[in-house]
């Protein structure tokens, strides 16, 4: 099955700086790849995704690139800002099939220092 | 408000209690989720259900038994649970199962074994 591999488990930057926070999967069937936000006491949510047909999207401040060869993805995060502090989930799934069936990586704890 | 309920918020049983979590949605969902989440580990996928149709069972010991009577409801039965069966219990809803929609979780049931 599925293994998605986080890094790193903690992350902490300066404001204004940026963050990049990396994803390793093991199922090359794998073609979606959502990243979630929590806050602290607060539900996951969603804050962008990237199908396997692009290698990057973007979203104001927030990036997420696909290396399909690799195996790997990444969140990039510009301009941080104290609220960006939380924990960042990436996951992959495999899209029009069980779609539903996210595979979580350990979660990266950032913290954004003012 | 995101549209997905979860009663209690915080649960203390012993470990020969009976109790049941409820999830709600308000969003017109087919698909729901129960979520174990564990300090330092991903957030780990339990049962899925389409339509009210149990698609996917993640090798969950039988002390957790779902239920989904309909497309906005889904409880989480447990009995004779263990200490480390200690931890936030997530529910999240999807527009379906097969494609890749947004899962919207609800705020977690924070459960404690004793």
């Known amino acids: 099955g599925e293994n998605v591999e986080q890094h790193p488990s903690t992350l902490s930057v300066q404001e204004g700086d940026s963050a990049v926070i990396k994803c390793t999967y093991s199922d090359s069937a794998s073609n979606y790849f959502p990243w979630y936000k929590q806050e602290l006491g607060k539900r996951p949510q969603l804050i962008i995704d990237i199908r396997s047909n692009v290698g990057e999207k973007k979203d104001q401040r927030i990036a997420v690139t696909l290396n399909k060869t690799a195996k790997h993805f990444s969140l990039h995060i510009t301009e941080t800002q104290p609220e960006d502090s939380a924990v960042y989930f990436c996951?992959?799934?495999?899209?029009?099939?069980?779609?539903?069936?996210?595979?979580f990586g350990q979660g990266t704890e950032l913290s954004v220092k003012p | 408000e995101t549209g997905v309920t979860q009663t209690p918020r915080h649960l203390v049983m012993g470990m020969t209690n009976k109790k049941s979590l409820k999830c709600e949605q308000h969003l017109g969902h087919n698909a729901m989720y129960w979520y174990k989440q564990s300090a330092k580990k991903p957030l780990e996928l339990m049962f899925v259900y389409s339509l009210e149709e149990r698609v996917e069972n993640n090798s969950v010991p039988s002390r957790f038994s779902p239920e989904c009577p309909n497309s906005s409801h889904l409880f989480l039965h447990l009995h004779t649970l263990q200490p480390e069966d200690s931890a936030l219990y997530l529910c999240?809803?999807?527009?379906?199962?097969?494609?890749?929609?947004?899962?919207?979780f609800g705020p977690g049931t924070r459960l404690t074994v004793l």
């Open positions: 999240a809803s999807s527009q379906d199962w097969e494609g890749n929609y947004e899962q919207f």
């Open positions: 996951a992959a799934a495999q899209y029009y099939n069980q779609g539903g069936k996210l595979i």
